[in-house]
């Protein structure tokens, strides 16, 4: 058992939340000092800010130049939710979820978008679904990264080259942390607040020339408010993917955007942030291979996520407890870490099994995921021993 003493060394900064997530090393509000208040954003100058964003954007993913990209309303949830009531309903459909925002897509598309020929292909937190399963057929639906279970796919080789249907891929904790295989992908969707520390309320909505196709010979028959819409008289609405966004956006968001990408192409674009991400994860792997009370919730190295990295309490006197004692123990040893200023925001997701998400993503630096493993075994140990176990 570890003993009461707290560590020596303190995290730097102690943000390790999975959205909103840290903001980029060396962050200021001076950051933000060239940021276009007060101007339209269809203005030439609010017009143009907002097309660099979508061009750095391109270059630092590596977005094929035939795919489209805009920014929209609502987060990521607000691209996904324009892809499925824009796309849906022209395929059978199949709904991979192994975690909560995977399941919240299936009930979208069975109890609002009531559209019959839907399988759902399922997994318990920490562990992934038959992939091969998928239809080519039918349009797919995932997620790449499970932010809520800490699984990820390995790869898109279980995409059909010749497949018929869509698939579209929330990717919002996987884009800028995970190599995305473009040539499988047809809707990829993220938001600015995860894994380049942005602010919340945008998402960014790209499109395969397939799936821009679909929208122009495909009409769904429900009504789509106009936040939806991407098509006019049966083509495209091209500003949205020029910066002509369908609803106001703040441009203090947009500067702070253009920031992160400034600082990802500076760290080395998307190789460096990825490393960056694997070498966070890498420190918390050799924490738990030494620990005696914490494991991963995914038990697969080669699924297990780089950014929202989920644990689980393998101690025998806790897995003794009921579910509801679990999670209560749970969020006591992350309350203990947050008072000491140590972590912050790091309990699991509300519907996940009990234990910690600590956000290893490339704005977090190594030095203060290294400082955070000792704390882990004191709260632990703080925690158990004041409950009597």
Request: glycine letters at 8%.
């Amino acid at each position: 058992m570890t003993d009461l003493y707290q560590p020596a060394m303190r995290p730097a900064d102690p943000r390790f939340s999975s959205g909103p997530c840290k903001k980029h090393p060396g962050w200021t509000f001076n950051t933000l000092s060239n940021a276009l208040l007060g101007r339209s954003h269809r203005s030439a100058p609010g017009k143009a800010r907002l097309a660099q964003a979508i061009d750095e954007t391109r270059a630092i993913l590596g977005v094929p130049d035939d795919y489209y990209i805009g920014i929209v309303p609502a987060s990521d949830t607000g691209a996904m939710e324009m892809a499925l009531w824009s796309l849906l309903g022209a395929r059978p459909v199949d709904v991979l979820a192994w975690e909560s925002f995977g399941k919240g897509w299936a009930t979208d598309i069975t109890a609002q978008l009531k559209l019959d020929d839907v399988r759902l292909l399922e997994a318990p937190y920490g562990a992934l679904p038959d992939l091969g399963a998928a239809r080519p057929d039918a349009d797919v639906i995932f997620t790449w990264n499970g932010t809520t279970s800490g699984v990820r796919v390995p790869n898109a080789d279980w995409i059909s080259d010749t497949r018929k249907g869509l698939t579209i891929c929330d990717a919002t904790s996987a884009a800028f942390a995970q190599d995305l295989d473009w040539p499988k992908l047809d809707v990829v969707t993220y938001s600015w607040q995860k894994v380049l520390g942005g602010e919340a309320a945008h998402g960014m909505l790209i499109l395969s020339p397939r799936a821009v196709q679909r929208l122009e010979t495909y009409s769904p028959p429900w009504p789509l408010p106009k936040i939806f819409r991407l098509t006019k008289a049966g083509k495209l609405i091209q500003g949205i993917f020029k910066g002509a966004t369908i609803n106001t956006p703040s441009m203090m968001a947009v500067e702070d955007y253009l920031a992160a990408l400034k600082w990802a192409a500076r760290l080395g674009g998307l190789p460096a942030l990825i490393a960056r991400a694997d070498t966070n994860l890498g420190i918390v792997a050799d924490w738990v291979d030494g620990s005696d009370w914490a494991g991963f919730l995914c038990t697969d190295p080669m699924l297990r996520s780089n950014t929202a990295v989920c644990l689980k309490i393998t101690d025998p006197a806790i897995c003794a407890l009921s579910t509801e004692e679990q999670t209560a123990f749970s969020k006591t040893l992350a309350g203990h870490l947050e008072r000491e200023g140590v972590a912050l925001d790091i309990g699991a997701y509300r519907d996940a099994p009990a234990g910690l998400r600590i956000w290893c993503g490339g704005t977090i630096d190594a030095d203060d995921v290294m400082a955070l493993m000792p704390w882990l075994d004191w709260a632990f140990a703080k925690t158990k021993a004041d409950a009597g176990l």
